[in-house]
């Protein structure tokens, strides 16, 4: 018997209409409804979903498919994540993992990155910030969580450069933040959320959202990690960086 899915569907017509096209664009691996519910809608606005109940599940398809993006919750790596992930990804190299848990450590956040994972995030957000993630993946950025970023900075020593940083023209992008970009800027290179950047600029999140998109824009960068390197990286400080 399939398995039903948020869709109504059951995963052998997930299959068979993916199959006929010889790939899955993105691969859903959960046994929780909650999160199944949750990410496969997103998921499904992107393209060709498929979802499966068990890792062998998604082996199995991944040995007959490639994917573009695979989206795995925590819960079926218990046994040995190290091993699963290395796995997963030697049967699509080229596709990007998303690790689904409800409260993930730091710790355990930034050892999935270094297994392999391009992000990893928890599972009950809303939908807009879920299509941002699957959006900053897909586009080749990590996704770290606030709680995770001073402590990955803290590992880089302060030498991290990214090398958005070191490229000609570099100067003249930091000169180009305003004042209030380039505190926003220092904020969330020292790991502070956007509600703690608001509540310290005595603003709203919105407008935090508004003045990070312009400073991804202008320092051609497309998330916050690659945000936090670039400023640890060039020594941008409030005194110096952004023009009076």
Same mark, same amino acid.
């Given at each position: ?47 060709? =979903? #498929?979802?499966?109940? @068990? ?6 398809? !991944? *040995? ?7 989206? +795995? ?87 991290? =450069? #990214?090398?958005?940083? @070191? ?6 992008? !930091? *000169? ?7 505190? +926003? ?60």
């Amino acid at each position: 018997m399939g398995i039903q899915g948020a869709g109504g569907r059951t995963q052998g017509e997930r299959y068979d209409r993916n199959y006929c096209y010889g790939l899955h664009m993105y691969l859903l691996a959960s046994n929780s409804p909650e999160i199944t519910t949750r990410f496969e809608g997103p998921l499904r606005k992107k393209g060709q =979903t #498929t979802v499966v109940g @068990s890792l062998a599940e998604l082996w199995q398809d !991944l *040995a007959r498919h490639p994917a573009k993006l695979i989206l +795995i919750d925590f819960g079926l790596l218990a046994s040995g994540p190290q091993a699963e992930i290395a796995k997963t990804r030697q049967l699509t190299p080229d596709a990007k993992i998303l690790v689904v848990a409800a409260g993930l450590s730091p710790e355990v956040e930034l050892s999935l990155l270094g297994m392999g994972a391009a992000a990893c995030c928890g599972a009950q957000l809303a939908e807009d910030t879920i299509t941002r993630i699957i959006n900053t993946v897909l586009d080749g950025g990590t996704w770290i969580s606030s709680a995770a970023l001073p402590l990955l900075l803290k590992g880089l020593g302060g030498l991290a =450069t #990214t090398p958005a940083a @070191s490229r000609p023209g570099a100067a003249e992008r !930091l *000169a180009s933040l305003t004042p209030r970009e380039g505190q +926003i800027a220092e904020l969330v290179a020292s790991g502070a959320s956007n509600k703690l950047i608001a509540r310290q600029l005595d603003i709203t999140d919105r407008t935090v959202k508004a003045h990070l998109s312009a400073i991804f824009q202008k320092l051609g960068v497309s998330d916050r990690l690659q945000l936090a390197l670039y400023v640890t990286g060039s020594g941008l400080s409030r005194s110096g960086a952004a023009p009076p």
